[in-house]
């Protein structure tokens, strides 16, 4: 196999998670092995720092900052949600490459991001432009195709299990049969992370917290929801419903006050869980609904992150660095590929860039419950072995240490282009 | 000094925090000291407990649960916002003291409960009943007078913290200076909670998130707090807000979309963050807002939670036991007293009920700064001893686990009581 001698560019797109940071350090880990990788950069928010020629020299940082990066939230390098568009913008990352000598260039992101990805890897190959492109799958909405599931996923829903089997030990301990909690969590078009929340129950214990988990692929019953909470809070004295932001009526609209749209023509959601606590305390008289909306913190929770998911992100960077100089792989996504056994295990695949870009994984409906409201053992045993293990945090005066990386500049090239 | 022999009863009261607990656990070890106390009973739900003599065994609960309890959050014995208000209510305590041989109460609380304690041991005195209340400091609030601070502050104040710290990794990620989060923290008339996210900042990095923290104590100035925003926004890309429940104007109303009223006549807020998410959408133009709303979250987080406290919240229910046993005090509160030294150490001491229920620990104007939103050094020396150390949960299956207490039932003596 021909070996191709060149730099390696990584880069970050679209949400942060709170184990995006770790597949960097797998790729830069893995990258300082192999003689032919000569430089490894990083690029500054995605594809915008491509377009300016805005790149950072990650051989340069220190390796305590580069481990470091294995348990920081956020995105180091940067992230961003613009979307390529013109031809034009495409030339110019060739250009990039070019001029920067970049034969190798990782891709950490979801659909969007790896359809990115996809477009670049094909216009070089077009171009005869050697260039091995591997995406490194990300995403907390746990949606892309192919991957048994996608890092980022499991150390979010960690943290929303922990925090509503924490919540309900406060409410248990409040509860007059008058208390609901609702708490809020991410999900537009898929019950994933909401779905998540189902561990919090112990083994064997059905009346455990969530009481109620609201899906986006249920259509929303108000009569029935409101039939169940008053039959939670006879029965337990308190009620807690986790309900994602996505939650629609039987029409299909978006039960939530406020809808705007980001730069993917995305619907940027919010307020379902303040339209079910406005509806709860207008239907059960004498009830506080008391909300929790985790927002952006669920996606950044490292200090409550997966270790299986941590070490699969990391893991995750070393296959996509192994994958391109060893197996001269191009055009590709890692995968993540699940043993057959009962112990679970996993091996590092790949597929097609097109097929993830292109694809989308659902929330099988037969893993929800016939009543529609909580999740059965099928899809607990799918999520339980991905939240196994705690991720060891340095804590100085009372606080995690994150990583804060130098990006020392790596000199342009080329005139300024105009976005 | 006399003995006195007889049987232990510890109650909980008021909202719960993630170290409530830890003080019951720290009583029943302690009592367990005591050849005088032959029971050690608990009390379901506070006052209401006593009132419809729903009394539990906590001795013979299994050690395994007892020492769970140190990390179990919630209140395992229950809790309640009831408060005694006729004569014939106090009568009826007494009733069931006399009628199950309590002479000492351990009652677990913030001001409210603190009131309830010291009337309930002053109705004793006057009717000739030998009995020793030794109340336990606990809120989040950190509004109690005379202790130095009151176990469940700093737990809360360390999660919020990280929280905010790991936020703003996301945040400086994906800020294009349009990016403002909200972070909304409890704090209905003091600024304590909200001014302990001032620690995320790192030594010497002002620019550190939180960017601005909107206090209680300072009346809102929509023209300063937008211009602010503006500023962040073109310095840092993104702003990050800390804003507490009870935001008020200069007339002093509550910046909020709604405001109720609870048992004690407290205002139940929520809603400031709301407010202001709405209000920077709207002035500045472009700008998206996101909320997060901890609420119940950030005072059950064990899971992120401070082992001073921890360890405190256990020794400030050992020394109510020793005060009672060992010294004949009633109708005290233990204290936190913070030593003189550089070195942050504590001791435990004591204070009236009366002096607590009637006073209230301001957060000192001088600890914030000239500009209103941020805290000075004098606040992060106070505050950032409280939150060091972590609490080793355990785990299983990927999440924590905690106590359930087999909650056996004393024999009730006595007739039913209407309440």
Not at 32 to 37: G, K, P, R, T
Not at 184 to 191: K, T
Not at 364 to 393: C, H, K, T
């Amino acid at each position: 196999m021909a070996e191709l001698v060149g730099n390696v560019l990584v880069g970050q797109s679209g949400g942060p998670t709170s184990v995006i940071n770790a597949s960097v350090a797998g790729i830069i880990s893995e990258a300082l092995n192999h003689e032919c990788i000569e430089e490894i950069y990083g690029t500054l928010n995605g594809v915008l720092g491509i377009l300016q020629e805005d790149l950072i020299d990650l051989a340069s940082e220190s390796q305590q900052q580069i481990r470091a990066l294995k348990h920081t939230p956020g995105a180091a390098l940067g992230t961003c949600r613009y979307k390529l568009k013109k031809q034009q913008d495409f030339e110019r990352v060739l250009e990039v490459f070019k001029a920067h000598n970049i034969r190798y260039f990782f891709y950490i992101g979801g659909n969007d991001s790896q359809d990115t990805a996809d477009k670049i890897s094909k216009l070089a190959q077009a171009q005869g432009y050697e260039l091995r492109v591997i995406g490194v799958p990300k995403t907390i909405d746990n949606d892309l195709p192919i991957t048994d599931h996608t890092p980022g996923y499991a150390s979010t829903i960690k943290y929303i299990a922990t925090t509503v089997r924490e919540i309900a030990c406060d409410n248990e301990a409040m509860g007059q049969g008058d208390l609901v909690s609702i708490v809020e969590v991410m999900g537009r078009s898929a019950g994933w992370i909401a779905a998540g929340a189902a561990l919090a129950k112990r083994r064997d214990q059905p009346h455990d917290a969530p009481h109620l988990i609201l899906l986006p692929e249920i259509p929303f019953n108000q009569e029935k929801v409101l039939e169940e909470v008053r039959r939670v809070l006879k029965r337990e004295k308190y009620c807690l419903i986790v309900v994602a932001e996505g939650l629609v009526d039987s029409d299909g609209n978006y039960l939530a006050a406020d809808a705007r749209t980001d730069a993917f023509g995305h619907a940027q959601l919010g307020g379902a869980g303040s339209f079910l606590q406005g509806l709860i305390e207008q239907h059960l008289p004498g009830t506080k609904a008391r909300l929790v909306t985790l927002g952006m913190a669920q996606r950044a929770a490292v200090h409550c992150s997966s270790k299986t998911d941590n070490d699969e992100a990391f893991q995750a960077g070393v296959k996509a660095v192994k994958a391109a100089v060893e197996e001269a792989e191009t055009d590709k996504m890692v995968t993540i590929v699940r043993g057959n056994t009962d112990h679970y295990s996993v091996e590092y695949g790949l597929a097609p860039l097109s097929d993830i870009a292109n694809g989308v994984k659902k929330l099988p409906r037969e893993w929800i419950n016939e009543d529609g409201i909580s999740m059965n053992y099928q899809f607990v045993r799918y999520a339980q072995p991905l939240i196994q293990g705690e991720v060891a945090l340095p804590f100085e005066n009372g606080l995690p240490v994150f990583a804060h990386l130098d990006k020392n500049r790596v000199d342009k090239q080329l005139p300024a282009y105009e976005i």
